[in-house]
């Protein structure tokens, strides 16, 4: 079976360059059936770097090296988070490492010269937070700790440690549980990403709600990427996915408990979970503006919080926007026809109510975007091209294509999509109908556009290796020449419905 990611099945079978040897070498050797390879990420020095068009000069100092820099430093915050024995790690909102990210946000606006520099603080609702959990299993005489074991977001705790017997229940279809005994067993589910770490078909399927009814004492759901992946696929949650703790377990992790399935070993699974509901946590937005020639606006946003790494969720879109704010504050005031704000949202992946993050922007800032000619939300603006071919996670020497859309006139849809072709960036064949991400709270508010990839994102994966530097400058280009063409048209040019197909 062959999964394609980003729409490029055409490209799956192609031969990969090896960091190691530098030469071609076969994607799939002649190993034994379930012979895990790790994914050769690739140096950044061999993708394939897009030719810039005429005029690109003016966007020299838009260099990738430097962007990804930038995301080594905003990942560097998670990093340690992870290290200082967090296993509910990353730039997590309501945390000591977002209030790291936001003051290094605000740090790097003021170096480039940016004004009005500011951190905004909200109060967060109640926050779920686990803080501590193990998941083993026993049988044939030894019991294993399962590394990968992580809480599906809102998951209800356990009473201490339980000891259950698991049964497998595959897909987790009506099919799969016929004449199946779950009732106070642990439900084992096997979801294959749809397209990655975001989702599942396990979640997307009613495995879960099924397996509720059925009785479950527990539900341990496997995601199917290659190898052994932590994964959190859901956040902002308001409630519990189920009444009973919901796990996410990595593949090599799940084919231990099937194998003793399969052996008719006598298995259990243990199972420990606590979690903790945290009030009176903080998080805020991070804004910074460059005065332009009148009083109109171009807005640039990106998200700052992540699960695990982050780095192209979104590290990459931070480190853009610090580009970004760099690049225009070289350029003189009279020359910069609009004023351009940057900001930061926070809580993109927890409950922040109406009062906080993207909600705040929209219900707040309505005055600022009736006078906007355009509003960028950068979010996971550049990904290795990746591919599921057999039992390998398989990368490639290329930026993925991503999802993508257009809000406002014909006329900024022409200007985005044709500087994306000059650009090489890669689309879908079609556009989002309704954008996802941090835009889809405020795509209505102004003209606006955004690229977004979604591949390894929400999973340990995320790491630098998966965002190219030649993808960063790509995209970072591109955005820069598609404000300077904007700000030669009128306000009134640019306004109008969304787009819903392509040209």
């Not at 000591?96 to 946000?105: I, L, P």
């Not at 074991?149 to 339980?162: C, E, I, K, Q, R």
Request: hydrophobic content about 40%.
């Amino acid at each position: 079976m062959r999964l394609c990611f980003a729409l490029l099945l055409a490209l799956a079978t192609a031969p990969t360059l090896s960091a190691q040897q530098g030469h071609l070498t076969d994607p799939a050797p002649d190993l034994p059936r379930g012979t895990y390879l790790p994914p050769n990420w690739l140096a950044d020095d061999q993708f394939l770097r897009w030719p810039y068009p005429p005029g690109d000069v003016a966007y020299g100092d838009l260099d990738g090296f430097r962007i990804k820099a930038l995301v080594n430093e905003v990942t560097a915050i998670s990093r340690r988070s992870r290290d200082d024995g967090n296993q509910y790690w990353g730039r997590i909102a309501g945390t000591e490492y977002e209030r790291m990210t936001n003051e290094w946000t605000a740090g790097h606006l003021r170096r480039v010269g940016l004004e009005q520099v500011r951190i905004q603080e909200f109060d967060l609702p109640p926050q779920w937070f686990p803080t501590s959990w193990e998941v083993t299993v026993t049988g044939e005489g030894r019991t294993t700790r399962l590394a990968t074991a992580f809480p599906l977001y809102h998951s209800v705790g356990t009473s201490g440690a339980v000891s259950l017997e698991p049964v497998w229940l595959g897909m987790g279809t009506a099919a799969d549980f016929a004449d199946r005994i779950v009732t106070g067993k642990a439900a084992v589910l096997y979801g294959f990403p749809n397209p990655g770490g975001r989702g599942n078909t396990a979640l997307t399927l009613g495995a879960l709600r099924r397996a509720e009814e059925a009785g479950a004492a527990a539900v341990l759901m496997i995601v199917g990427f290659p190898g052994n992946v932590v994964n959190q696929p859901q956040g902002g949650a308001t409630r519990p996915p189920a009444k009973v703790p919901v796990i996410m377990l990595g593949d090599q992790d799940g084919r231990v408990i099937r194998e003793l399935i399969e052996r008719r070993q006598s298995s259990a699974i243990g199972l420990r979970l606590a979690v903790d509901t945290r009030s009176g946590l903080k998080t805020a937005n991070v804004w910074g503006v460059l005065p332009g020639a009148t009083d109109e606006h171009i807005a640039i946003m990106a998200h700052a919080d992540a699960f695990f790494e982050g780095a192209m969720d979104n590290a990459s879109g931070m480190a853009t926007l610090v580009a970004l704010a760099e690049h225009y504050a070289k350029i003189p005031r009279a020359q910069r026809r609009r004023t351009i704000t940057f900001f930061t949202t926070a809580a993109h992946h927890s409950p922040s109510g109406e009062q906080a993050g993207i909600s705040w922007v929209h219900n707040n800032m309505q005055a600022m975007f009736a006078k906007t000619a355009l509003l960028v939300n950068l979010e996971h603006t550049a990904q290795v091209a990746t591919y599921l071919i057999g039992e390998a996670f398989i990368t490639s020497n290329q930026v993925s294509a991503r999802r993508w859309f257009v809000g406002g006139s014909n006329r900024l849809r022409d200007i985005v999509l044709n500087t994306f072709q000059e650009y090489g960036i890669a689309l879908y064949s079609r556009p989002e109908g309704r954008p996802g991400g941090e835009l889809s709270r405020v795509f209505t508010d102004a003209p606006s556009f955004h690229i977004i990839d979604h591949t390894v994102y929400h999973t340990d994966m995320d790491t630098l290796a998966a965002v190219p530097a030649y993808g960063l400058e790509q995209s970072a280009r591109a955005f820069a020449k598609i404000i300077d063409q904007v700000n030669a048209v009128d306000l009134r040019d640019l306004r109008g419905g969304p787009v819903n197909s392509s040209r």
